[in-house]
Nanobody
Framework: QVQLRESGGGSVEPGDSLRLSCAGA????????MAWFRQPPGKERDVVAG????????YYADSVKGRFTISRSPTTKTLYLQMDSLKPEDTAVYYC???????????????????????WGQGTQVTVSS
């Protein structure tokens, strides 16, 4: 069992930065690939970024490449999403997610992108407006 809890959301202006955190708990946490999803108002939940269990592999949606950075700390069991140059279209509820995998990270990314997820956090709101 893995428990996930996001924090760090808020209201900012375009061009600002925010860092989201996701505190993990559970003995198997370090073996999971982790990801951030977001769900804008009235739209589906989609993956934003993913990271392998060891942190050596990452994936980003085209819409956030060059602006968002995903990272994780194995010692504190915390997942991060550094969001820079925020745009109004980044407004959404952001969720962290965990997916177990034993093969390649590329295979895990395909599953994550298909929303095959083992554990979800409760979400944190990010609003970008002037």
């Amino acid at each position: 069992q893995v428990q996930l809890r996001e924090s760090g959301g808020g209201s900012v202006e375009p061009g600002d930065s925010l860092r989201l955190s996701c505190a993990g708990a559970g003995r198997a946490y370090s073996s999971f690939a982790m990801a951030w999803f977001r769900q804008p108002p009235g739209k589906e939940r989609d993956v934003v970024a993913g990271i392998s269990s060891a942190g050596s592999g990452t994936y980003y949606a085209d819409s956030v490449k060059g602006r968002f950075t995903i990272s994780r700390s194995p010692t504190t069991k915390t997942l991060y999403l550094q969001m820079d140059s925020l745009k109004p279209e980044d407004t959404a509820v952001y969720y962290c997610a965990a997916r177990t995998y034993s093969g390649s990270f590329d295979a895990a990314v395909r599953e994550i992108a298909s929303k095959i997820i083992d554990y979800w956090g409760q979400g944190t709101q990010v609003t970008v407006s002037s």
